[in-house]
């Protein structure tokens, strides 16, 4: 479900499924239905997914050229594309993935807080 007031958020998923599409659709045609042109398996299908969503989605470069699409479908909205990039990086504590800081009480001896 979309999240009205999280559009970044629909993007990133969006973006996350191209990634699984575009996999798929690269899997050669002439092999289909052999083990050849079958997906690896999905730690494969989920790191080409990741790639999209965090190694391009994320940047400052991927802003510059899908920034004019979005003031566009937004006529209201203007921002730049380094406001965009640092908001699609924002990091606030119900993003960070199990990262505690050294001094919380859930804080295990094997885990780092400069992870």
């Known amino acids: 479900m979309c999240d009205p007031e999280d559009p970044l958020g629909a993007?990133?998923?969006t973006v996350h499924e191209f990634g699984h599409a575009?996999?798929?659709l690269g899997l050669p045609d002439?092999?289909?239905g052999t083990p050849l042109g079958?997906?690896?398996d999905m730690t494969v299908h989920e790191s080409q997914s990741r790639f999209w969503e965090n190694h391009v989605a994320r940047t400052e470069p991927f802003w510059e050229l899908f920034?004019?699409?979005v003031e566009d479908r937004f006529p209201g909205l203007s921002t730049t594309p380094r406001a965009a990039f640092e908001a699609a990086n924002r990091i606030r504590p119900d993003n960070l993935?199990?990262?505690r800081p050294t001094n919380s009480p859930t804080t295990s001896t094997s885990?780092?807080?400069t992870r």
């Open 11 to 13: 993007l990133t998923s």
């Open 22 to 24: 575009s996999y798929t």
């Open 30 to 32: 002439e092999h289909y």
């Open 38 to 40: 079958e997906s690896r």
């Open 67 to 69: 920034l004019p699409a």
């Open 97 to 99: 993935a199990g990262w």
């Open 111 to 113: 885990r780092s807080a």
